[in-house]
Nanobody
Framework: QVQLVESGGGSVQPGGSLRLSCAAS????????MGWYRQVPGKERELVAT?????STNYTDSVKGRFTISRDNAKVYLQMNSLKPEDTAVYFC????????????????WGQGTQVTVSS
């Protein structure tokens, strides 16, 4: 079984920093892409940042220059600096994974979500 485990959420003041971590485990053949999404009540889940197996990255405009996504094997991180109240949301880890038994098929996996709260 493949599963994602997130950590690193919490509450900080504006201008503070947090680092989110997500680790995938199980019968993994490869991870084609990883990313972070966020969601607030009443709104749809939105992309925050993604990175591919080739290490290309993509960020939503509102976090450019403040957030950095990185990967290390089956782990993905999101370093969040200069946090703003508008960043408050539940953050979800996302990965596109090929399992060993059916390496030709990509499946989408999500973490359970971790709360990030930015307030004074």
């Amino acid at each position: 079984q493949v599963q994602l485990v997130e950590s690193g959420g919490g509450s900080v003041q504006p201008g503070g920093s947090l680092r989110l971590s997500c680790a995938a485990s199980g019968n993994i053949f490869s991870i084609d892409a990883m990313g972070w999404y966020r969601q607030v009540p009443g709104k749809e889940r939105e992309l925050v940042a993604t990175t591919t197996s080739g290490s290309s990255t993509n960020y939503t405009d509102s976090v450019k220059g403040r957030f950095t996504i990185s990967r290390d094997n089956a782990k993905v991180y999101l370093q969040m600096n200069s946090l703003k109240p508008e960043d408050t949301a539940v953050y979800f880890c996302w990965m596109s994974i090929r399992a060993i038994r059916d390496y030709y098929l990509r499946r989408e996996y999500w973490g359970q979500g971790t709360q990030v709260t930015v307030s004074s």
